[in-house]
Nanobody, 118 residues
Framework: QVQLVESGGGLVQAGGSLRLSCAVS????????VGWFRQAPGKEREFVAA????????YYADSVKGRFTISRDNAKNTVYLQMNSLKPEDTAVYYC???????????WGQGTQVTVSS
């Protein structure tokens, strides 16, 4: 089992920044991919960013390229999502997830709310 706990969400004005954290514990050696997703009210969950440990590659949704950065601290088993130049349309609950490969996620966190005011 793998456990994920997100933190760092909150209320920020448009143009501001937030950094989300995802603490990963448990059978951490069992996953290759870590991703961030978000779900806005009334909308489906969408992909935001991900990286593969094996491929050492990062992936971003077009809507966040150049504004968001995914990174990790191996020593802390923590994955981050740095979000800059935030827009009201970035408002959503943000989730982190892990899985055996990019696109296949088995474990999810509980989510953290990000609200961007105009």
């Amino acid at each position: 089992q793998v456990q994920l706990v997100e933190s760092g969400g909150g209320l920020v004005q448009a143009g501001g920044s937030l950094r989300l954290s995802c603490a990963v514990s448990g059978r951490t050696f069992s996953y290759d991919a870590v991703g961030w997703f978000r779900q806005a009210p009334g909308k489906e969950r969408e992909f935001v960013a991900a990286f593969s440990w094996i491929a050492r590659r990062t992936y971003y949704a077009d809507s966040v390229k150049g504004r968001f950065t995914i990174s990790r601290d191996n020593a802390k088993n923590t994955v981050y999502l740095q979000m800059n130049s935030l827009k009201p349309e970035d408002t959503a609950v943000y989730y982190c997830a892990t899985g055996s490969r990019i696109g296949s996620y088995d474990y999810w966190g509980q989510g953290t709310q990000v609200t961007v005011s105009s």
